[in-house]
Nanobody
Framework: VQLQASGGGLVQAGGSLRLSCVTS????????MAWFRQAPGKEREFVAA????????NYVDSMKGRFTISAAMAKSTLYLQMSSLKPEDTAIYYC????????????WGRGTLVTVSS
């Protein structure tokens, strides 16, 4: 099972990026999938999650309205649309998956770097 994140890059403040996370090795049948990020010198933090059955989403309050998580079942791909980016959004973004609500995220992608310049 592999998760491959992509779409990161350098963007100016106020700009937008869309991250993708492609799943391979099993069907797109996780309980939910999520994006996390880790900024330089900081701990990894939760960004957003989506339940693959029903599409219910959950966001960190500070990212509501700027970030949108979605999933394309037919493509086995998770997305994170980011807009109005700020320099403090600079981080490595990771996608993750888990098989149940009471479990931790045990399947992780390698991450993709997002750099937002001021």
């Amino acid at each position: 099972v592999q998760l491959q994140a992509s779409g990161g890059g350098l963007v100016q403040a106020g700009g937008s990026l869309r991250l993708s996370c492609v799943t391979s090795g099993r069907t797109f049948s996780y309980y939910d999938m999520a994006w996390f990020r880790q900024a330089p010198g900081k701990e990894r933090e939760f960004v957003a999650a989506i339940m693959l059955d029903g599409g219910r989403t959950n966001y960190v309050d500070s990212m509501k309205g700027r970030f949108t998580i979605s999933a394309a079942m037919a493509k086995s791909t998770l997305y994170l649309q980011m807009s109005s980016l700020k320099p403090e959004d600079t981080a490595i973004y990771y996608c993750a998956a888990r098989d149940g609500p009471a479990t931790t995220y045990t399947i992780w992608g390698r991450g993709t770097l997002v750099t937002v310049s001021s």
